[in-house]
């Protein structure tokens, strides 16, 4: 049923590595998460997935984000990396993390504050070794350290395949709205997509099609129909949303029907508690009341 390959280094790329797969049904990993709701099951064909990515230390606006999720009656919650870099709480981040989700992945900014970053500007770098030496101190850090370090890069399951970054590339590679263009590399990568993948890490929710689109969530009307053809969604970001908008976001699955959610949560508390830590840049605080 389930089957785990673990590679840590920090330049590997091959979605062979660290991947959990499973065909008979959902993991439910020890330590991430309890089934929230087991009756809705028995009456779907498949579970109510919520499914959200990049929180970044954004507490605010993950315990808005779950608080919502709660009223959607969801059965699964996945996470595909990033839970920590540039905010101000990462310890509790990944703590509502591991007590909430079902699954997780690893993000690149999760690998920097295990390993040495790489490819991270001035900023991003302050941020995570200040991450890093607030997750060494404290009661549970050991606790935490255990739980990043033990984070897949891949989940796969029959039709869906769960990455940080893309299905070549899960931990790093960035996949923009402007890759439409990109023919070659769209192909490529669709090339390894049995049939939907999830990913963020560009924080710009919206839906890449196999004939080379790209849907908003609002073209789509915030839902939109996995049919016909392969795709790729990006579920946007809870803690730093880059798409011109200052709400958190993330995507319901429910069957063939995906679902693009926004949520308030208060910007400005996040915003203050980065003015006042010296290792974190202003900007980090300024670009959330932009979404940029």
């Known amino acids: 049923m389930l089957s785990r390959v673990d590679s840590r280094?920090?330049?590997?790329?091959?979605?062979?590595?660290?991947?959990?797969?499973f065909s008979d049904g959902p993991l439910f990993k020890s330590g991430c998460g309890p089934l929230l709701s087991q009756v809705s099951q028995l009456v779907r064909s498949s579970p109510l997935r919520a499914i959200f990515s990049d929180i970044h230390g954004n507490l605010d606006a993950l315990e808005a984000v779950l608080a919502d999720i709660k009223e959607q009656k969801i059965d699964e919650i996945y996470c595909l990396g990033d839970i920590v870099g540039y905010g101000p709480n990462p310890r509790e981040c990944i703590d509502r993390v591991?007590?909430?989700?079902?699954?997780?992945?690893?993000?690149?900014?999760?690998?920097?504050?295990?390993?040495?970053?790489?490819?991270?500007?001035?900023?991003?770098?302050?941020?995570?070794?200040?991450?890093?030496s607030v997750l060494e101190t404290g009661p549970g850090s050991e606790d935490r350290w255990e739980f990043l370090g033990d984070l897949p890069r891949v989940i796969k399951e029959p039709d869906h395949l769960f990455v940080h970054g893309s299905a070549r590339n899960p931990l790093n590679e960035y996949v923009f709205p402007e890759d439409i263009y990109n023919q070659r590399k769209m192909e490529r990568i669709f090339s390894l997509v049995e049939k939907n993948c999830f990913q963020g890490h560009t924080h710009i929710p919206g839906v890449f099609t196999e004939d080379m689109n790209f849907l908003t969530p609002e073209e789509v009307d915030f839902e939109y129909q996995l049919v016909n053809q392969k795709h790729l969604v990006n579920v946007g970001s809870v803690g730093q949303p880059r798409n011109g908008v200052p709400q958190s976001s993330y995507v319901i699955l429910d069957g063939d029907t995906v679902r693009f959610r926004r949520v308030d949560y208060d910007v400005d508390a996040t915003a203050n508690k980065i003015y006042a830590i010296p290792e974190l840049d202003n900007f980090l605080g300024d670009r959330l009341r932009d979404g940029r």
């Open 98 to 132: 591991r007590e909430h989700c079902t699954a997780s992945l690893l993000g690149n900014h999760d690998q920097g504050a295990l390993f040495d970053p790489e490819g991270f500007n001035a900023g991003a770098e302050r941020a995570i070794f200040w991450t890093r």
């Open 9 to 21: 280094s920090s330049g590997f790329s091959n979605v062979a590595a660290s991947a959990v797969s």
